[in-house]
């Protein structure tokens, strides 16, 4: 869960180099409001790779947002669900866990449905449906 500047998306795979290759979850994403919410809550100051997303937006609502597509640069990513997070969010720091439960505060996961290159900064939009 290193921070990269850029990344390469594979359709029907997932991201290069990363463990979780093809399946429905190919590809985690986390938002940065709620990172930063989390962090004010809970009193910790952890950096986003502890939540071990792959990727993190800004200014987009991933709630709810099961079966829409996310445009991220000119990728596209299939939400296929909610992220739940794990014990290890705990290890991260203590309560970090529960506080991530409700409103979808962990994140979601989605399969690539259209690949490319992503750079830091890429815009994000849902697909007009």
């Not at 938002?31 to 939540?51: D, K, T």
Request: charged share 20%; with cysteine; aromatic share 4%.
């Amino acid at each position: 869960m290193d921070p990269v500047q850029s990344a390469e998306l594979i359709a029907g795979q997932g991201i290069v180099g990363n463990a979780n290759q093809g399946g429905r979850r190919q590809v985690t994403l986390i938002e940065e409001e709620v990172w930063n919410e989390l962090m004010q809550e809970v009193g910790a100051s952890i950096p986003p790779s502890s939540r071990r997303a792959n990727l993190m937006i800004r200014g987009l609502s991933l709630a709810e947002s099961r079966g829409r597509i996310l445009c991220v640069g000119d990728c596209r990513i299939l939400i296929n669900g909610e992220t739940k997070p794990c014990e290890r969010m705990d290890e991260a720091f203590p309560g970090l866990r529960a506080a991530m439960f409700p409103d979808w505060r962990g994140g979601a996961y989605g399969e690539i449905v259209v690949g490319g290159l992503l750079t830091v900064g890429a815009p994000v939009h849902w697909e007009a449906a």
